[in-house]
């Protein structure tokens, strides 16, 4: 496996750890929900068979499965790979503009006061 393979792949691991089992880094400090902020309520639901629920938090969520496991076992095919990351970027940052637009502040896309620049400008 070459550099830039193992490079593609450590990245895709490092951002679906972030999306679904890390605190949100953006939300922390910025309070403001991320493109993948509700995955883990997601998942949460699926694996509880409430689709219903799982799509409301995170209709993305399945894609973001499929996209995994397909670079876990397709990730010889360099070309294909960057392709569908792109298209799947894509998804999500559409998905996460209409979700602002339609849902912020209300659930499930909420601000949170617990945030770093909130708590610098309480106390300034």
Same mark, same amino acid.
């Given at each position: 496996?070459?550099?830039?393979?193992?490079?593609?792949?450590?990245?895709? /691991? @490092?951002? %679906?750890?972030? &999306? &679904?089992?890390?605190?949100?880094?953006?939300?922390?400090? +910025?309070? $403001?929900?991320?493109?993948?902020?509700?995955?883990? +309520?997601? /998942?949460?639901? &699926?694996?509880? %068979?409430? %689709?219903?629920?799982?799509?409301?938090?995170?209709?993305? /969520?399945?894609?973001? @499965?499929?996209?995994? !496991?397909? !670079?876990? %076992?397709?990730?010889?095919?360099?070309?294909? +790979? *960057?392709?569908? $990351? #792109?298209?799947?970027? !894509?998804?999500?940052?559409?998905?996460?503009?209409?979700?602002?637009?339609?849902?912020?502040?209300?659930?499930?896309?909420?601000?949170? *006061?617990?945030?770093? @620049?909130?708590? #610098?400008?309480?106390?300034?």
């Amino acid at each position: 496996m070459d550099f830039q393979k193992t490079k593609t792949l450590g990245i895709v /691991l @490092i951002l %679906f750890l972030l &999306l &679904l089992f890390y605190k949100c880094p953006i939300q922390s400090v +910025t309070g $403001l929900p991320c493109p993948g902020c509700n995955m883990k +309520t997601s /998942l949460y639901y &699926l694996v509880h %068979f409430k %689709f219903s629920l799982s799509l409301y938090y995170h209709a993305l /969520l399945i894609p973001t @499965i499929v996209m995994f !496991i397909w !670079i876990v %076992f397709n990730h010889k095919n360099h070309e294909q +790979t *960057k392709k569908l $990351l #792109i298209v799947w970027a !894509i998804f999500m940052i559409v998905y996460y503009i209409y979700r602002m637009i339609v849902y912020f502040p209300d659930s499930p896309m909420m601000y949170s *006061k617990e945030n770093l @620049i909130y708590f #610098i400008f309480r106390h300034v």
